[in-house]
């Protein structure tokens, strides 16, 4: 894929699709121009079928019904593994000492909408909106839920690949935490339970990957961990490892972007640094956008899809994981004014850009972001115009995913993936 970055909204654009060699290089262009309104008929049917517009658990809960599928992939086999029950049973010892990582646990049972086990149900839903190659062998297929054994084993797959990311990310760093000693023994313990959680996680999904026996698909796969790794070393961080925005800087002083030209390769950084849009999506795309289009990708590879409907559905998952970030920078100036909100959401940075001088509040973090005055930057985000700024980065991604739902027949399937991205709209 490729970005060109000193245009003034964020798009993709399919461009070329390549002849898929041994490494199966799929190509696609990220454009940054400008945005086109694009709702179908059938999408507006679809939408137009709901009395009101979808509440969130009803669009999951409607959509799970379609596949089979339950919201998260611990389900009864997970649930009663004895190497869950042991990192349960752990668990329990950290109640009461602020570990990060149980912030994680919650959010991993916590039904809203950002939960974060509706990525392999996306997945199922992409499989099932597409259809499968008549090649298929019968054993292959779960006839009831419409979609491939193999499919729904990606689709825990991503899920496993996404939890043992985010239970990572909860490690703390003891030589910068100045604690007492009781608490020191707390945090340790919790590091030791989400390193060696998050590890059984990845280390399951490499094994159930490896079953499918897909040389492709596992390289595919392998670079969207790539990719969530390089995320936590993009821009800078504070003491705690959680990431920073980059200075703004003018358009003559940003250095020229550079090109992604495909999805297996790592993305090239040169223009994202000073460039809060560019920066953003870089940002998210390798974070979230990368891992749910590259399962989407691979789930039509499964069913035998050409390689121009397979790039359409990496597409297509990057452009909601961008809309669904987009609503989430959102959440925290909908109500109440929070103590604190990420730093390198949309709003903020879009506010950032508009005045630098602002940039001195993100300078106060860089040992902590606790020493932020999140009040002044609040203040800021709702004077300006980056609130209204980032409703319109998500409208164009959420048009964008629209426009690729175009790729796939009518069915219910589809109707449900677009009930799930209407209910993401404030």
């Known amino acids: ?36 309104e694009l709702s179908t008929s059938a999408n507006l049917r679809a939408v137009a079928q709901q009395n009101t517009k979808p509440d969130w658990n009803r669009a999951v809960s409607e959509a ?25 049973l752990h668990l329990r010892k950290l ?11 919650k959010n991993l049972i916590y039904n809203g909408k950002n939960n974060m086990q509706a990525w392999g149900l996306i997945v199922l839903l992409v499989s099932k909106a597409a259809g499968h190659s008549p090649e298929i062998p019968d054993m292959e297929q779960d006839k009831a839920a419409g979609v491939l054994h193999s499919q729904r084993a990606l689709a825990e797959v991503t899920e496993m690949i996404r939890t043992s990311h985010l239970v990572h990310k909860g490690l703390v760093n003891m030589n910068a ?48 961990v790539r990719d969530l790794a390089e995320a936590e070393f ?21 250095e020229p972007a550079s090109e992604w030209d495909c999805i297996l390769s790592p993305l090239p950084m040169a223009g994202v640094a000073g460039c809060a849009r560019r920066e953003w999506v870089a940002r998210h795309v390798l974070a979230a956008g990368a891992l749910l289009g590259k399962s989407c990708s691979a789930a039509l590879k499964l069913a035998g899809h050409k390689p121009a409907l397979q790039t359409q559905g990496y597409l297509f998952g990057c452009h909601l994981a961008l809309a669904w970030q987009a609503f989430l920078d959102l959440e925290a100036f909908t109500g109440p004014e929070p103590d604190s909100f990420s730093l390198v959401g949309a709003p903020l940075a879009f506010t950032l850009e508009a005045r630098p001088d602002l940039y001195s509040y993100i300078e106060a973090g860089k040992k902590s972001v606790r020493d932020v005055d999140y009040h002044e ?49 404030p």
């Open 377 to 425: 930057l609040y203040k800021a985000v709702v004077e300006g115009n980056g609130i209204e700024q980032t409703k319109q980065l998500q409208r164009e991604h959420i048009n964008s995913a629209r426009e690729v739902l175009d790729s796939f027949p009518y069915c219910d399937a589809r109707t449900a993936l677009t009930n799930i991205i209407v209910a993401m709209i």
């Open 234 to 254: 993009l821009g800078d961080r504070d003491e705690q490892n959680n990431p920073l925005p980059s200075r703004p800087l003018p358009h003559d002083q940003r």
């Open 95 to 105: 109640v009461g000492s602020n570990h990060p990582l149980l912030k994680t646990a």
């Open 1 to 36: 894929m490729s970005f060109s970055c000193l245009r003034s909204v964020v798009r993709y654009d399919l461009v070329k699709v390549s002849k898929i060699s041994s490494s199966s290089a799929l190509v696609a262009k990220f454009n940054i121009g400008s945005s086109r």
């Open 64 to 88: 799970e019904k379609i596949v089979g599928y339950p919201t998260s992939f611990l389900s009864l086999r997970w649930v009663l593994s004895d190497e869950i029950a042991n990192v349960a």
């Open 177 to 224: 935490r100045q604690v007492v000693c009781t608490e020191s023994d707390d945090m340790l313990f919790g590091n030791k339970i989400a390193l060696l959680s998050g590890d059984y996680l990845l280390a399951n999904s490499c094994t159930e990957l490896a079953n499918l026996r897909n040389q492709e698909l596992v390289e595919l796969m392998s670079s969207a």
